[in-house]
């Protein structure tokens, strides 16, 4: 059924339909409207789950693990200090293989203090063991829900999956999505049968000590299985495409590419932005192409090498910097096309704590890229350095 | 569906599961460098050791007769500590 909703609601509907068993969270802006709606549905009787509510997000997460471990199928959502909150617990989920869905609303850390959007967050988690979709739309998002599950549950993965939206731009905004129905989804996703629980009388420890002579195989293993998910991410949206009709790209989705002499690659809802500014460039004679990256765990090194292999220059944009190292993708995209491509890649910094990028954004980083520039931070404002 | 019981699937992934009874196959006794001498003579068999001991490797051998299982005492001493009679010392000598 298609409805015009807000981002959040379309995911509070995504997640219901997926049928969780448990729904652990703690509010904070701007996640709040999802767990909102969904304590909603659970309190009127819509969705049948136990809601627990919680004094932080390290026992949202801690109360998870928990049910995963006993064998449920769980859902949690927070953003920024909340996500940094649950760091411990998720590097925990991620390695006793508990398949479960977060969605990771992507906003600034800080300090200072902004409740604006960036991909500082969940960036912090890139190292956990839990793989990352970036959606670009509400509908992406609740797609990228449904998908989530049968990923993270498959006897391949084993592994959290994370849901990654823009605060605000995807949380806060009204688009028509398409609800796919119950039965569908149902048919889609089976109900969760754990490939191990906790069980009376079966008794056995999950997350137990592991000295020198296993972790570090333990620890192989958990990033061989998030590397091989990446096949299971393509085959689930391909299995959507079937079931639903629609889709956004597996683990990457180009556009406009194919003769592209420069492409931006980025991820979530800039994305759309990109693909707009990208249509007056070619309507403007400019080969412009725009990669989408929407799985960045696991990481698709060698799709991103394919499709960029005969460009001339590649453009990162990045809501997100590792202080005093590299834009974080660009870094990791530099790496995946050492010889492999012989483009220039340029990295800019754009719209962290909330900061529009605009068309003129864009066209600062393709005059600076196209200047030589290769790590700088678009759009900076010089009076507001002078004060400083 | 339990682990074991699991069938046409994978095994669970390595080292999610703990069976029970890895504590017997982890033999700590190494972590030591102290180790407790038991001084029979002063020994009134009260079983405070055996008692008090957090790795549970304290034998009682005869009424006044302890003896710490080498391959799981670490050394932690609380024996020695505890010991009323002053019969438990800990020593480097025997490592």
New interface residues.
């Given amino acids: 059924m298609r409805k015009m909703i807000e981002g959040s609601r379309a995911v509070a509907e995504a997640v219901a339909l997926c049928r969780p068993d448990v729904i652990s969270a703690y509010p904070i802006t701007p996640q709040t409207h999802i767990v909102e709606e969904l304590s909603q549905l659970v309190a009127d009787g819509d969705l049948d789950a136990e809601y627990v509510r919680v004094e932080s997000e390290h026992s949202a997460a801690s109360v998870c693990l928990g049910a995963v471990a006993a064998g449920s199928r769980a859902y949690s959502a927070t953003t920024s200090q909340g996500m940094l909150l649950m760091i411990e617990v998720l590097y925990n989920i991620a390695g006793?293989?508990l398949p479960m869905v977060i969605t990771g609303v992507n906003r600034a850390v800080s300090a200072p203090l902004n409740i604006w959007n960036d991909q500082q967050d969940t960036l912090a988690l890139r190292d956990a063991g839990w793989l990352q979709l970036y959606a670009e739309s509400s509908q992406e998002c609740l797609d990228m829900h449904i998908q989530a599950y049968r990923i993270a549950e498959d006897?391949?993965v084993?592994l959290p999956v994370m849901v990654c939206m823009d605060g605000f731009i995807l949380t806060h905004t009204y688009e028509t999505v398409d609800v796919p129905a119950q039965e569908a989804v149902d048919a889609f996703l089976p109900r969760y049968?754990?490939?191990?629980?906790l069980?009376p009388?079966?008794?056995?420890?999950?997350?137990?000590?592991?000295?020198p002579e296993?972790?570090h195989?333990?620890r192989y293993?958990?990033h061989r299985?998030c590397l091989n998910a990446k096949q299971v991410v393509k085959e689930v949206a391909r299995d959507f495409r079937t079931a639903f009709g629609r889709w956004a790209g597996d683990v990457i989705e180009p556009y406009h590419c194919e003769d592209a002499e420069e492409i931006v690659v980025a991820m979530g809802s800039v994305v759309g932005t990109l693909k707009d500014w990208a249509d007056r460039k070619r309507a403007a004679g400019e080969k412009v192409g725009v990669l989408k990256l929407r799985c960045y765990r696991p990481f698709p090194a060698e799709e991103l090498a394919e499709a960029l292999a005969k460009t001339k220059r590649v453009m990162v944009l990045e809501k997100a910097v590792s202080m005093g190292g590299y834009g974080i993708v660009a870094a990791e995209l530099r790496a995946a096309l050492s010889g492999k491509s012989t483009a220039a890649v340029a990295c800019a910094v754009a719209g962290l704590g909330g900061r529009d990028i605009t068309m003129a954004t864009l066209d600062e980083v393709q005059r600076r890229a196209r200047a030589g520039e290769t790590d700088f931070f678009a759009g900076l404002r010089a009076e507001a350095l002078e004060e400083a | 569906m339990s682990a074991s019981t699991a069938r046409g699937r994978r095994k669970p992934p390595l080292g999610v599961i703990t069976r029970p009874g890895t504590s017997l196959r982890n033999k700590t006794g190494s972590w030591g460098i102290l180790r407790p001498v038991f001084d029979w003579k002063k020994c009134t068999g009260c079983n405070t050791c055996e008692s008090i001991c957090p790795e549970g490797c304290i034998r009682h051998l005869e009424r006044k007769q302890y003896e710490a299982d080498p391959e799981f005492c670490k050394g932690c001493g609380m024996c020695a500590a505890a010991c009323p009679a002053g019969a438990i010392a800990m020593s480097e000598e025997h490592r």
């Fill in positions: 006793m293989r006897d391949r084993l049968d754990p490939l191990f629980k069980d009388t079966d008794p056995y420890t999950l997350g137990a000590y592991a000295g296993l972790y195989e333990v293993t958990i299985d």
